[in-house]
């Protein structure tokens, strides 16, 4: 798949993800479309979404650093500039501008209605928007942007779809912050590519 079409449509498909969170959003309210995805689906649902969460945790750019550029001989500056636009464009937001923005737990929804897993620490404030699910997403578009081929976009359309999904179904955010972050990781891929190709005179 030609590099341009798989990677638009990568881009496509995270941005119609996010509108309908926005617009589901709008139209239930932020709690009411909250408590529609976060269902309790069982103990194996409980297991499988607490260790799946790991995956769009901080520290995955690690080892995904060491993966893409020393075994598969990739662009390590790209990647380093999409982790510093991403941190900065979830963090800054989350603890400049909206820091009192409350999680589920916090909000006026009742605690007894919000399903949470045993053993998993659920946050309280620091909500909009969802630095998991902005990493997930980032990750997903940048690995599409270097290796365009159906099956990774389909394998990183899923790995991402879940990472956001397992931070409502773990009640640590609104479907709205999920959305939020899905736009910020595209505007992180958008800008890291307008600096490589200024600065690294690279090409599409």
Known sequence: MPLNVSYKLAQ??????????????YIFGRDGLFLWFNNDLGTFADSFFSYFTYLAEGWI????????????????AF?????LSSTILTQVPKN?????????????I????????PGV????????????????FTLFLITVYLFPNKKVLLAGAIYALICG?????????FPLDIAGGIIAALLSVALSIQIRKKLFKKPF
């Open 121 to 136: 620490e659920v946050h309280t404030y620091n909500s909009f928007p969802s630095g998991h699910t902005a990493t997930a």
């Open 79 to 83: 990647i380093l500039i999409n982790f």
């Open 61 to 76: 750019w690690i080892p995904y650093l060491l993966v893409i550029v020393l075994l598969l001989k990739k662009d390590a």
């Open 12 to 25: 496509a498909y995270a941005f119609i993800i996010a509108i309908i969170l926005f617009i589901l959003s």
């Open 110 to 117: 009742p605690i007894t209605k919000i399903h949470t897993v």
């Open 96 to 108: 400049v501008f909206w820091p009192n923005v409350n999680r589920p737990i916090a909000s006026d």
């Open 165 to 173: 999904y397992s931070r409502i179904y773990l009640g640590q955010h």
